[in-house]
C-alpha cells in the first residue's frame, strides 16, 4: 500500500496504527514479517523495525523473537494528554491572556538535567522564565530549556509576543513525550510570584518532548491555586 506521505517510519507506524485500530489485523492476530512490510511499503527493514518497536513501547504490540509480532489482546488503556496552548487555556475560561518574559538566557544546561535531558555538555541551551496570566492575575510560572541543536530557530525568536509554549507547538513537532506530575509549596519567591500565600499547594508538571531520540525542550510549569487539568480516556 503506497502512503500519502515519504515512507519515514512515523508515516508507517501510522498505517500499521490504523489497521490495528480499523481491526484490519484483529487482537491475537499474527501481522506480517519486517521483510514483508518494508516490501509493501518500499522502504529498509530498519525503518519497519523502528515503527513496530514504537508500537511495542505503547504496548499494541506484542514482539518476541522467533515468533514474530501479534497485535496484544488487551492493550493498555491511556489517558490521552495533549500540550495545551495556555493562551487557550486562559481564553476558553472567557479571560484575557497575556505573558511576561523575565528571563531569556544562553548557556549550558544545569548538570542535574543531563540524565533527563540528554543535550552535549558543550551545548548551549535556551532558557526562558515566563509568567502567564489571567485577567492580569498570575495563572501559571515556567522554566523552559529548549535545545536549539533540535530547533535552532528558537534561537532567534525573542518571545515575547508570542510564549514560547505556543511557538514550539506550531513549530517544533514531537513524537512523544514525558510527564511527571506533583505538588510543590510555595516559597516566598513562588509565593510573590503567583500571588499566593507562602506554603500554598500548587500543582506542578515537568515535561519533555523529543523528536525520535533527540529532545525539544524541558519545561517545568507551576500553576496559580485553583488549577484543575483535564483530560479524556
Known amino acids: 500500500m503506497a502512503l500519502s506521505e515519504p515512507n519515514t517510519w512515523m508515516s508507517i507506524r501510522e498505517e500499521l496504527l ?6 484490519v ?3 491475537g492476530d499474527q501481522i506480517p514479517h519486517e521483510a514483508d512490510l518494508a516490501d509493501e511499503f518500499g522502504c ?13 513501547d505503547s504496548g499494541l504490540v506484542i514482539r518476541k523473537r522467533r515468533a514474530g509480532t501479534r497485535v496484544a489482546l488487551n492493550p493498555p488503556q491511556r489517558a490521552t494528554l495533549t500540550i ?5 487555556e486562559v481564553q476558553a475560561l472567557g479571560a484575557t491572556y497575556r505573558h511576561s518574559l523575565i528571563a531569556r538566557e544562553l548557556g ?18 535556551l532558557f526562558l522564565k515566563t509568567v502567564h496570566f489571567c485577567d492580569n492575575r498570575p495563572f501559571a510560572y515556567e522554566e523552559r530549556f529548549i535545545n536549539l541543536t533540535v530547533v535552532p530557530s528558537a534561537g532567534n525568536e525573542p518571545f515575547d509576543k508570542h510564549s514560547a509554549n505556543e511557538w514550539l507547538v506550531h513549530n517544533a513537532p514531537y ?6 506530575f506533583f505538588a510543590v509549596s510555595a516559597d516566598g519567591t513562588m509565593a510573590n510570584t503567583l500571588d499566593t500565600g507562602v506554603g500554598a499547594a500548587l500543582f506542578a508538571m515537568e515535561r519533555i518532548t523529543w523528536t525520535g531520540d533527540d ?14 487539568m483535564r483530560t479524556r480516556i
Open 84 to 88: 495545551p496552548i495556555i493562551r487557550e
Open 18 to 23: 490504523r489497521r490495528i485500530h480499523n481491526r
Open 108 to 125: 549550558p544546561l544545569p548538570p542535574a538535567l543531563h540524565g533527563a535531558f540528554p543535550v552535549a555538555r558543550n551545548e548551549a541551551v
Open 175 to 180: 513524537t512523544h513525550g514525558d510527564l511527571s
Open 215 to 228: 529532545p525539544i525542550t524541558h519545561v517545568k510549569l507551576v500553576y496559580a491555586p485553583g488549577y484543575r
Open 44 to 56: 529498509a527493514r530498519t525503518t519497519v523495525n523502528r515503527a513496530l518497536r514504537d508500537l511495542a
Open 25 to 27: 489485523w484483529q487482537p
